[in-house]
């Protein structure tokens, strides 16, 4: 069973459209970080939220953290190509503690 | 600065085999975590070291060990290897709890 469950499982969307991930858990997290990953790379961190309630930007990109930090969102706007991926969240319980993944969210940007 | 480095890239063994993959994190990054990546699974937690000792454990056998070395440098070891065993080992470090963490490349294992 995964701590962190991740909608949707697959998007495939035109260049320009916008799209959400969502990152859900019945359980607290301390902190909750997204990351993109590419074939035959690691993950590559995005951003790390830890007040429930707060927003991030970059540049395209917009992470939400609950209020309760049980859950989490990434809005990207006017995607590109270059937004393919594999889109991992991620949360600690604690400090210093591992990190549960969700199971990711497979992004297409066709052109 | 040099990123996270894990070696080898590839590794292809026979069952029963065992295996040591390495990693050497950022410098002044004390804290490296092992997980392993399978398309059926996700990326799931092995182990975390700091400052030599290993601070968190995963649900993993026995057969799956790593340590840590003063330098930071990390090794995990995979003994008695199983077909199921193939997959992604990534490692990653970090600079402080609560910071993000900073992945390598992985080392793809195959089992035969």
Known sequence: ?111 | KAGVTQTPRYLIKTRGQQVTLSCSPISGHRSVSWYQQTPGQGLQFLFEYFSETQRNKGNFPGRFSGRQFSNSRSEMNVSTLELGDSALYLCASSLADDYGYTFGSGTRLTVV
């Not at chain 1, 359980?27 to 790390?48: A, D, H, I, K």
């Not at chain 1, 930090?69 to 594999?86: E, F, N, V």
């Open chain 1, 1 to 111: 069973t995964q701590l962190l469950e991740q909608s949707p499982q697959f998007l495939s969307i035109q260049e320009g459209e916008n799209l959400t991930v969502y990152c859900n858990s019945s359980s607290v997290f301390s902190s909750l970080q997204w990351y993109r990953q590419e074939p035959g790379e690691g993950p590559v961190l995005l951003v790390t939220v830890v007040t429930g309630g707060e927003v991030k930007k970059l540049k395209r990109l917009t992470f939400q953290f609950g209020d309760a930090r049980k859950d989490s969102s990434l809005h990207i706007t006017a995607a590109q190509p270059g937004d393919t991926g594999l889109y991992l969240c991620a949360g600690a319980r604690a400090a210093g503690n591992k990190l549960t993944f969700g199971g990711g969210t497979r992004v297409l940007v066709k052109p």
